[in-house]
Structure formats: C-alpha cells, structure tokens
C-alpha cells in the first residue's frame, strides 16, 4: 500500500498557507517569467509516431467525408448498387450521408464522460475499434438498416479520435513543433479527403463498389489500434491522475519520466526530470486534486479558454465552408472546365488545392504564430465570401470572378480555420478540464457543422445565394474582431506557458 507521502498533493492548512503559496509560486516562476527556460530536446524520429498514429483518426474521418460522396453513388444505382434496396428516399439517402455527422456528436457527449477516465491512449484505440466495426458493418450490411448502424457506429469512432488525438499530439509533442504536428493532422483530414474521393472514382463503376468504398479504411483502422497500443500514456495524464488521488505521485513521476524520454528519443536526464516538476508544481498551483464540477468548466481560466476555443469553432463552421463547397462544382462548370462535368474529379481538384494550402500552414504555423494566419486567413474569407455574392447578383457574366472566389476561400480556410482551430483548442484548456473542454469545444465544431449544412437550403430558398453569401461575409468580418481581441498567440509556449501567462 501506498504510504502517506505518496498522496495526492496535500490541501493547504490555515497555518501554512503563505509558505505553501511562496513555494509554488517559486516553482512556478519560470513558466510566467520564462526564467531559466531551455528548449525541449528530442529526437525528429522519436517524435514523429505518437504524431502519425493519432493522426490516422483524422485520415479516417476525411476518408469517410471524400469516400460518401462516391459511395452514395453507386449505392443509388439499380445496376451498381448489388442489393435489392437501391431505390432510397431523400431521407434514407440523408442518413448515409449524414450518419456518421449524428454519430460524432454522440461521441463528442461520450468523452465528455470517458474521456478523462480513460485518458488519451485509450481513447484513441477505443475510436480505432469503432471506426472497424463501423467500417465493416458498412461494406458488409445485407439491409439498409444495418448500413445506418455502421455509419453511425463509425461517427462514434470520428467523435472520440477528434477530441483525443489533439489532445494526445499537445501533452506530447515538443513545445518547439506543436503547432506543426497538430496543424499536419489537419492535413491527414484533407489527405483522408482526397483519398476518399480517389477510391470513390475507382469502385464507382464496380457492381457494389460502395462496400469496397468503405471497407477500404479497415487496414487504417487495424494499423491506428496497434500503433496507439504501442505507444505510451501522456505523462501530463498520468500526473494529473496522480495529483487527483488516482495513483502514488512519486511511481507516477518515475513512469511520465519514463515516458517522456521515450516520447522524445533520448535518455534520462536533468531536464526531463525538471519538465515533470514543473506540470506537477503547475498541477499544484492550481489546485488539481479537487474534484471536477460541471460548472468549474464555465468558471475562471476554463471559461476564458472555452469562449477561445468554442468561439474559433463556431467562426469555423458558420462562415460558410460547407456552403461554399456546395456550391463548387456548379462554379467550376460556369467557367468552362471540362472536369467539372465530373462531379468525383472535381473534388479531388479541390482535394489537392487544399492539400497544398494546408501544407503551407503546416510548414509556417510555429515560425509566423496562430495569431497572423488567422487574421490574414480570415481577411482573405471575407473577401471572397463577398466576391461570391457579387458574382450572383452584379458579375454574372464573369464566372472567373467566381472560379477566383473560390480558390480564395478554400486557400485562406486551409491557412487558418482550418488547422489553426483545432490547434488552438488543443493548446488553450487548463489541463485539469482539457478533456471535458475539449469535447463541449468538439461538440459545438460538429453541431455548428450541422447547423449549417441543414440551414443552408431553406436560408436560400428564403433570401437568395447572394444575401446568403454576404451574410456569410459580414460573420467573418465578425469573426476577424473576435480573433484580434480574444485570441492569444501560443507560439513556442509550453502548455503549462499558456495556462501560466495566457488564461
């Protein structure tokens, strides 16, 4: 058993509470002043694994968004569909498209209650497990209804693996790279995207190409779960368990240093052991070891980080980015291009813009801050949310104003809401309610996605695509104060750095 020092971190006493306050502020000074900081060592090639293997979560869920569009296809066809349930109504059709979207906000509420019992890993390696079963269950349904289950059971897998991988990419990567390893995931989603569209084009024409579609993914799936099982625990989760009373402090410290030096490549020395002092010195200062509320999450420094993190998704979604890839392939086809009667290569025209874009991002994110590409990305959202409007009501006749819009918008999205919103809401929650945070934040990103994606029609049927269009543009304009008055810079900070300095 457990012997009283190695309890959680004692709560202060009446008589010694100025000399408790005077230790921890000494022990937490350098992550306010950066006094004595020394940049993270590690290894390029020890750091790349526990960022792949998360990242494969958000190859999954872009797979899953580029694969649908191709599936939905073939599944309609009388010819191609292999089954005797082609003929789908709207509704039906909707539910496979749309499935996997109800089953990630479902996950998003499951971690809010799993996520920190579980923690990180496990997370990810139970969201690999669904994204199999779900994908299987997909390919192989003898019925429409057992089609739904699966889409649903695989958004259960997209749930989790969005709130947990970055989360687990942030608690482990070196402060000097983070924002260029949670940015790449964001480019594992386009990537997933692209290669959904790509197999989607070549099963398409395949009696019952669908299920080879969606069982495509499995191997990703198999190689996430044995890649997350192989890797080890965050050590700030394993701190943050220890100081809570869920384990002896002093075998935990042993085990996150152990683990931190095998995150980084290197073996153990001084200042692994003095990064572990300072989250537990952090964890402390805080008052980690109460229990966690409800409403603590909406208090304080999680309130601030929550309008940060929730208002960045929000903007995400509501200034227009599904709407404006709906409306893509009928913009291309008004300039003349001849892939633009090709609904599948079309989309893996935009696949590649965005994958380079987002590759841009990711190679300047932690040499020019978060801060520069959201302002310049979103300025450049709002221009061509308004050139779009002006194409359908006074520049018809010119559809490259149109073709330019459009570029314009998928370019600056994938330079700053793209990746920079989930980065920032990996960086900016206090450990302690990271993981409760983190999903309310993921749940508000596929709500709002939802929101729009419902809202679109009806809103146009009702004001017209221009109005829609310059309504959209008015939110980014919004959504740029927000950023310029709210949003910290995190460059190069250390995660207990941006609680210490920025919340």
């Avoid at 310049?376 to 009501?393: D, E, K, P, W």
Wanted: proline share 5%; net charge neutral; glycine share 10%.
């Amino acid at each position: 058993m457990a012997s009283d020092p190695e309890q959680p971190l004692p709560k202060p006493i009446s008589s010694s509470d100025e000399v408790r306050e005077a230790e921890l502020d000494i022990a937490r000074e350098p992550l306010i002043n950066r006094v004595a900081h020394v940049e993270e060592r590690f290894s390029v090639c020890a750091a790349i694994l526990p960022f792949l293997f998360p990242a494969l979560g958000g190859l999954l869920y872009g797979y899953d968004i580029g694969a649908t569009s191709g599936a939905t296809i073939s599944l309609e066809s009388p010819s191609l569909s292999g089954t005797s349930w082609y003929d789908l109504s709207s509704l039906q059709v909707g539910l496979v498209v749309s499935g996997s979207l109800y089953g990630a906000l479902i996950g998003s509420v499951m971690a809010f209650t799993v996520a920190d019992y579980l923690g990180r890993r496990r997370e990810l390696i139970l969201s690999s497990l669904l994204y199999l079963i779900g994908a299987l269950l997909t390919a192989s349904a003898p019925y429409f209804a057992v089609l739904v289950v699966g889409r649903f059971i695989y958004g259960f897998g997209i749930g989790l693996a969005m709130h947990a991988a970055p989360m687990y990419i942030a608690e482990t990567a070196p402060s000097q790279i983070r924002g260029t390893l949670i940015s790449l995931k964001e480019f594992f989603i386009v990537m997933g995207m692209l290669l959904g569209y790509i197999f989607g084009s070549l099963f398409v024409d395949l009696v019952s190409g669908w299920r080879y579609v969606y069982a495509a993914s499995a191997p990703i799936c198999v190689i996430m779960a044995i890649g997350m099982w192989w890797l080890p625990p965050s050590p700030r989760w394993l701190l943050l368990c220890s100081v809570q009373g869920k384990g002896s402090i002093p075998e935990t410290k042993e085990f996150a240093v152990s683990c931190l030096c095998r995150l980084r490549g290197k073996p153990v020395d001084n200042s692994t052991v003095n990064q572990v002092d300072l989250i537990l010195a952090d964890l402390a200062y805080a008052d980690e070891d109460k229990n966690i509320s409800f409403t603590e999450i909406f208090q304080g420094k999680c309130l601030k980080a929550m309008t940060i993190g929730c208002g960045l998704v929000i903007f995400q979604q509501v200034t227009g980015q599904p709407s404006v890839l709906y409306y893509a392939a009928t913009i291309l086809q008004s300039a003349g291009f001849s892939a633009a009667s090709d609904a599948t290569r079309v989309s893996v025209l935009l696949g590649l813009f965005k994958l380079i874009m987002t590759g841009i991002a990711v190679l300047v994110v932690d040499k020019l801050g978060r801060r520069p590409l959201l302002l310049g990305g979103v300025t450049g959202i709002a221009i061509s949310l308004f050139l779009l409007s002006s194409y359908y009501t006074l520049l018809k006749a010119i559809p490259a104003v149109a073709v330019v819009a459009l570029l314009l918008y998928v370019g600056c999205y994938q330079l700053s809401f793209g990746p920079i919103g989930w980065l920032m809401i990996s960086e900016i929650f206090p450990l302690r309610l990271r993981g409760r945070g983190l999903s309310i934040a993921v749940l508000v990103n596929f709500g709002s996605n939802a929101l729009v994606t419902f809202a679109f029609s009806p809103l146009e049927a009702w004001v017209g695509t221009a109005i829609l269009f310059a309504g959209f543009g008015v939110i980014a304009i919004a959504s740029l104060l927000f950023i310029f008055f709210k949003v910290p810079e995190t460059k190069g900070l250390s995660l207990e750095e941006i609680e210490a300095k920025l919340l």
